[in-house]
Each structure stands twice: as structure tokens, then as C-alpha cells.
Nanobody, 125 residues
Framework: VQLVESGGTVVQAGGSLRLSCAVSELLSDDWNIAWFRQAPGKEREAVSC????????YYPDSIKGRFITSVDKVARTVSLLMNNLSLEDTAVYFC???????????????????WGRGTQVTVSP
């Protein structure tokens, strides 16, 4: 499984940004694709997960309502639309693939099988 993120850039606080993850050859369509982020000096945390097969989405309570993840099966991409960005959203954002249920992936990154290299998102004042 190869995952390649794109779309990271500098964006003003209050703005929106869409990240994209190109997904190659999932071992099964039952796999799930998650987005994680890691801010400077902080642990990596999950911000979304989508079941690739039926496109059901999952979010941690801290994110719910601001971020939206979606699947484009024709383009084989998973997007993360981030709204109302704040300085605290500054981080490297990673795409991740897992055969585990999204509820498990959101709880622990140990459930992740494959990682992308990440894309930097910087929110400016």
C-alpha cells in the first residue's frame, strides 16, 4: 500500500484547506484510510477515518464538525477538508491505511499498517 499526501500549505486562521491522499493498491476494499497529524512537540493524533468500502466516516470529538473526509474511488484518493482553521491546527498531516475498524484506528496508531510521508500545514495569524 502506497500513500502520497498533497495539498499542504500556509493558510490564514479562519480559512479552509483540502488535503488529498493518493491511495495505491489497497490489499482489500475493507481497509480504512485515516488522517493523523503531529504538531511540534506533540504526539501524533488521529483526526479522521473513513471506511473505504462504504465511505462511513469517523472523527474524534475534538474534530467533529470542522473536518470532513471523503473518498473518490475513481481517482483513488481520500480527501480531508479542514474548515475554520486555527493556529493549533498547524502540524504535519499524515495519511494512513489500516485493516482495523476505524474506531480502533482513531484510538491507537498501532492499528496503522502503512503511512504516507506527510504534508505540512501551517496556519498563520
Amino acid at each position: 500500500v502506497q500513500l502520497v499526501e498533497s495539498g499542504g500549505t500556509v493558510v490564514q486562521a479562519g480559512g479552509s484547506l483540502r488535503l488529498s491522499c493518493a491511495v495505491s493498491e489497497l490489499l482489500s476494499d475493507d481497509w480504512n484510510i485515516a488522517w493523523f497529524r503531529q504538531a511540534p512537540g506533540k504526539e501524533r493524533e488521529a483526526v479522521s477515518c473513513v471506511a473505504y468500502s462504504d465511505e462511513t466516516t469517523y472523527y474524534p470529538d475534538s474534530i467533529k464538525g470542522r473536518f470532513i473526509t471523503s473518498v473518490d474511488k475513481v481517482a483513488r484518493t481520500v480527501s480531508l477538508l479542514m474548515n475554520n482553521l486555527s493556529l493549533e491546527d498547524t502540524a504535519v498531516y499524515f495519511c494512513a491505511a489500516s485493516p482495523s475498524y476505524c474506531e480502533v484506528v482513531l484510538a491507537t496508531e498501532r492499528a496503522v499498517f502503512s503511512w504516507g510521508r506527510g504534508t505540512q500545514v501551517t496556519v498563520s495569524p
